[in-house]
């Protein structure tokens, strides 16, 4: 299943960007936080329209106009988490051999629910995203 992409993430970073110009009264280097925070924001928005995330049989795949750039088997994982359950904007996954930290700027519920089914294993950790009471790994 391939996730459909989601610019809130990557457009929030962008009008925060925008935001930091009203600290210019009280920060002369403002206008430097602000380009370096709105060109942070324009990278994930380009990165939102050409990355997708496809939950295959065996493994989660990075995609990039539809070229695979990575492949993480299922098997390996030890962990995930999405952070603020609420507006999710981080997904954390560990797997035996190293850790992964992405912006969401794909479907989070779609994200949620391929991944309670594919690792069903690692319910727990699910349930502890949702209530933020227990790190995933």
């Not at 930290?101 to 949620?112: E, I, N, Q, S, Y």
């Amino acid at each position: 299943m391939l996730l459909s992409p989601s610019y809130g993430v990557s457009l929030g970073v962008v009008a925060l960007g925008g935001a930091c110009l009203a600290l210019r009264p009280l920060w002369s280097a403002a206008q430097w936080l602000a380009l370096a925070v709105g060109l942070f924001g324009l990278f994930l928005v380009v990165q939102t329209a050409l990355l997708r995330l496809e939950f295959g049989g065996e493994a989660l795949v990075v995609r990039r106009g539809g070229e695979e750039l990575r492949r993480f088997p299922y098997d390996a994982w030890l962990g995930w988490r999405l952070f603020w359950p609420g507006v999710p904007v981080l997904f954390y996954f560990r797997e035996r051999q190293s850790i992964h930290l992405l912006p969401v700027l794909f479907d989070a519920a779609c994200l949620r629910e391929q991944l309670q089914v594919r690792l069903p294993r690692l319910s727990a950790t699910a349930k502890a995203s949702t209530t933020g009471t227990d790190d995933a790994a």
